[in-house]
């Protein structure tokens, strides 16, 4: 029956909708209604008011909407969207100050004589707003306003003019900053937890295993790796405006004819050019840039854009006045100052004390101070003009409002469809469709470019990617990643600007365009602007590492990065290994042999013996690789038959726990009614519903338990090699530090030894606790030195041996720790000088082959290839 208020949940968003209301009261308004009344219907009929909700009810529906409240608002864990009111502020401030205007003149001159230069040149001007602004409709009228009477002038195709324009302008949905990657990143958060749970589910399911190795987990997104992700298909998209404008004019000149410079290019022209692509070049580098250096984060990088863009609109508010770049001047000069002196001193004012840099922190708090006056002299000029920081603030408060609304409205949709089972039934939808996971895929793409003909990129974005989102990043065939599916997603959506009948770039340029341009033309220029698009589409769909290797790049490359034996990165980094082993063979052999062939007859025995085991451990390595060779092939040939069979029983036994849960519910109601009407229709049901299980069980391969067992036992053999592989390298490089630790602390062990002379020499003078504090403050000294718990024994049992006044005994444990002092000086000698200088040309030798795990990260030159291989989609789905 929840079906019934499922579809009318449906049927009451779509009419709200339709019937002109505002989207952040017809999502909340249709979720309250539906609840509401299935809970009244319920109570009435049945005097329960939970009977029609798949899961829980009214009270749990109103519980959970109380915490997406509380999430979005106080939850500081959850910070991306505090992103969304700086890039706003950023854009409308940009827009305002008139910054297209000049980009477009500029531009023009520049790429009007190529053939389609005008048209070119959109595109471009396009992408760099995309970049700083990000404001479709700002775009979408600057550059109607601007361009479209110029390119008409000149000939232009109408359709083509205006397709360029619209096109041109929903880049900013794409090319980060965008403020949809920004909702998208946190929906995917949330569905990247879902999806998380539903795999972990998956795979106790099907290998009984309470805990999944983290290499199987969904890889989740956030703001910043959606920035990374999206920047190249953003490009792509842009080369691909390129190219058909370009053929366009070359195939058909009459539609792009190139445009002559009247001015020519003069130094003054290139000079103009160069002072209208600075400024927004330079807030994209500060913006994106800092995110990607890892100076910033999404949060901050949008603070210092909504900065940056003030300080602009203060000179291009003021540039036809005396002193117009005197605020700019103050904050480049403020900024040069800090970065000079961070680069020069330590600022820090906790460590001021050591330090004593005064004067330099002196000089950062003048440098600050004036960048403050920079900031606020800029906005008494964006307040003072045209009163613009007055209406940028109104307009961003109104669109942060109706991003947040709309938010908490969807989120009480998404809760109200999970609560009538909507997600249960689309993910038996998409799981019943032949063809896998792209077949689901490709129709959830399809659906996607279909809403958005009817409904805005937020609307999708907040409604249908939660529901979604969790189903396609939870199948294992496939394993993509949040990063590529909220991309993909971000570049479908994007053609609901241009797609009639609601498309809102369409709305935006007919409202600027003279009566000469016919509705007709801009609804044809933008097709094939949208089947370009959609070409884009495929392109990233096809090619991911176009969406994943900047964010794994970048993650791999920075301060936090994993080190190379970590469980995600071990695939990439073995399969690295074992090219390596090959290739480097011999040189990795002949440092093997050299640490083997080691004298070390004057080193203590446990120390020589963990030397001697290290190079044991080194030497088996190529044996277990060739024994993991063999284990994979093993396996290779088992895989044949377990894949054939894996997919079709894996299907047949989620059939039947879909029923076999249905049959616990029976079970549930046979038990709770009296009714015997009722209890004689519940047994009918039961026995269907054994039959239809007993039907599923008879369709499963006979030989299917034995090809599992088969290919799970030859699974387990391959990682039990894997694991001694691993441990034998992980042996052989930490046997070898920590030996090169041991002898490298001879230095401690003689500044040492004066101290435990004095020590003994007045350990007696004293009596009770200064003894023994005595006795610990010189053992303090050995804390951090290698191979020094032999000496701190035995000071802590004449410590004990003095509190109880065994002063004999403890002066013959102080006398050991004096001997034991000396001999460890001296072996260390002759270690230092005969055993150190092998040990640490092995280490060097092999730091990048058998020593790889043990670095703390990943050698630079491997980051490219790490990143490349983590980039590309890997079928885990037979771990399920």
Known sequence: MELYFLLLLFILMMLALGMGFPVAFALPGSAILSIGLAGLFGWVFFGDVKIF????????????????????????????????????????????SRIAEDLLMTMAGLFGPVPGGLGISVVFVGALLAATTGIVGATVVAMGLISLPSMMRNKYSPSLATGTICASGTLGQIIPPSIVLIILADQLGSASDQASAMRQSAY??????????????????????????????????????????????????????????????????????????????????????????????????????????????????????????????????????????LSMFDLNIKNLAVTQNHIPVLLAIIASAAMIAAIAWSCYRTYKVDNTLNEVMIETAKTTSMVFIILLGAAMLTAAFRGFGGEHYVKDFLQSLPGGFWTQFIVVMAVIFILGFFLDFIEIAVVVVPIIAPILLADPSANITAVWLGVMIGVNIQTSFLTPPFGFALFYLRGVASSAVKTIS?????????????????????????????????????????PPMNPRLQSCVESYLAETFVEDKVAITASIAKLDALELNNLPEKLAGSITDSAKAAASVYPRLEAIDAAQAVLDEATISYASLHTDVRVLQREIGKLEAQQKRNKSNKQTTDDEGEIADITMKMEQVDAEIAALEAQIPENWETVAAEYQKHLKALAKEQRGYRRAMDDSYNGIEEAMSIISSGDGFVAFQPVLAELMATVKTLDG????????????????????????????????????????????????????????????????R??????????????????????????EFLVPRISRCRSVHKDISLNF
């Open 53 to 96: 909700f798949a899961q829980d009810g009214p009270t749990e529906w109103l519980s959970a909407g109380v915490m997406n409240f509380r999430a979005i608002f106080y939850d500081f864990e959850r910070d991306t969207l505090i992103a969304i009111p700086l890039f706003i502020f950023m854009g409308i401030m940009l827009q305002r």
């Open 204 to 341: 106790k399911a099907a290998t009984g295993e309470f805990t999944m190795p983290s290499a199987f987990d969904v890889t989740s997104t956030s703001a910043g790796d959606m920035f990374l992700g999206a920047f190249l298909p953003g490009m792509v998209l842009v080369c691909v405006y390129f190219a058909y404008i370009l053929i366009t004019a070359l195939i058909r000149p009459s539609m792009a004819p190139p445009v002559p410079n009247p001015s020519g290019y003069t130094k003054e022209f290139l000079a103009k050019v160069m002072f209208s692509l600075v400024p927004p070049l330079v807030l994209i580098f500060l913006v994106l840039g800092s995110i990607i250096m890892g100076i910033a984060t999404v949060n901050q990088a949008g603070a210092i854009g909504a900065i940056g863009a003030t300080i602009m609109a203060g000179y291009k508010l003021y540039e036809d006045k005396k002193g117009a770049l005197n605020p700019t001047i103050l904050a480049i000069g403020s900024i040069a100052v800090i970065f000079t002196l």
């Open 522 to 562: 801009i609804y044809r220029g933008v097709v094939p602007f949208i089947i370009l698009q959609l070409i884009a589409l495929g392109i990233v769909g096809a090619f991911p590492p176009l969406v994943n290797y900047l964010p794994n790049r970048f993650y791999l490359s920075s301060f936090n990065a994993p």
């Open 769 to 832: 606790k200064p003894q023994e504090q005595a006795i610990k403050d010189a053992s303090k000294m050995l804390g951090n030195v290698a191979g020094s718990s032999g000496v701190k024994s035995l000071l802590s049992k004449a410590r004990r041996a003095y509190k109880k006044d065994n002063d004999d005994k403890a002066d013959k444990l102080m006398a050991e720790a004096r001997d034991l002092v000396a001999a460890e000086i001296s072996w260390r000698e002759s270690a230092t």
């Open 834 to 859: 005969d055993v150190l200088p092998v040990l640490a040309t092995y280490q060097q030798e092999t730091a990048e082959n058998v020593g790889l795990r043990g670095q703390d990260r990943l050698p």
